[in-house]
């Protein structure tokens, strides 16, 4: 099935500094992929949507200069923590849209997530 | 505003059958999702429905009523690694996911 990978699944960062998480997905290709946080006990926050070769969308209240995104690709996207600060904090997760297999073998298209970053900035 | 409502928590018995619930309402309906969400896990891809009825997948069903704004993932014989967050989430005219809060579900011995 598909499967989305992610890279490093643990960063302990100083403030201030640059953090780069990588986003694949191995065996499809995803001309869509998303970038999500989650706070502890939280749902999950959309940040931004990247589509290959074109400038990612960004939700209202994220910062683009902050959170750069690329999605240079079908089967890359990164996602840049630019000057990280202890409040950004958190688990960052990224996902695919891909084509999996159904119910009764039909093919339907679905969202395949990353194991997730654990981000913490002292 | 678009809305999904789950209960924050369940308990359920080991062996047992559950149902948790989700309603809905968003500007546009294009599939609801069910994920499993372990703590300190992202979440995995359980359910997709987008038309009205019963999906079964194994000891996991997902119905979906749209005229109702309305779905619940069941699940069956339950075992406790099944303790997690179920989260619902609609996609909606803008293809964009809208999620739930998420249930958390306690399974006892």
């Known amino acids: 099935g598909a499967v989305v990978s992610q890279h490093p699944s643990r960063v302990i960062c100083k403030s201030g500094t640059s953090v780069k998480i990588e986003c694949r997905s191995l065996d499809f290709q995803a001309t869509t992929m998303f970038w999500y946080r989650q706070f502890p006990k939280q749902s999950l926050m959309l940040m931004a949507t990247?589509?290959?070769?074109?400038?990612?969308?960004?939700e209202q209240g994220v910062e683009k200069d902050k959170f750069l995104i690329n999605h240079a690709s079908l089967t890359l996207s990164t996602l840049t923590v630019t000057s990280a600060h202890p409040e950004d904090s958190s688990f960052y997760i990224c996902?695919?849209?891909?084509?999996?297999?159904?119910?009764?073998?039909?093919?339907?298209?679905?969202?395949?997530f990353g194991p997730g970053t654990r981000l913490l900035v002292l | 505003g678009q809305n999904i409502d789950q209960p924050t928590e369940m308990t359920a018995t080991e062996g047992a059958i559950v149902q948790i619930n989700c309603t809905y309402q968003?500007?546009?309906?294009?599939?609801l999702f069910w994920y499993q969400q372990h703590a300190g896990e992202a979440p995995t891809f359980l359910s997709y429905n987008v038309l009205d009825g019963l999906e079964e997948k194994g000891r996991f069903s997902s119905f979906l009523s749209r005229s109702k704004g309305y779905s619940y993932l069941l699940l069956k014989e339950l075992q406790m690694k099944d303790s997690a967050s179920y989260l619902c989430?609609?996609?909606?005219?803008?293809?964009?996911?809208?999620w739930g809060a998420g249930t958390k579900l306690i399974i006892k011995p």
């Open positions: 968003t500007s546009g309906f294009n599939g």
């Open positions: 996902s695919a849209r891909g084509y999996g297999e159904g119910n009764s073998g039909r093919t339907k298209e679905t969202q395949y």
């Open positions: 990247s589509n290959e070769g074109s400038k990612a969308t960004y």
């Open positions: 989430a609609v996609r909606d005219s803008n293809y964009q996911l809208i």
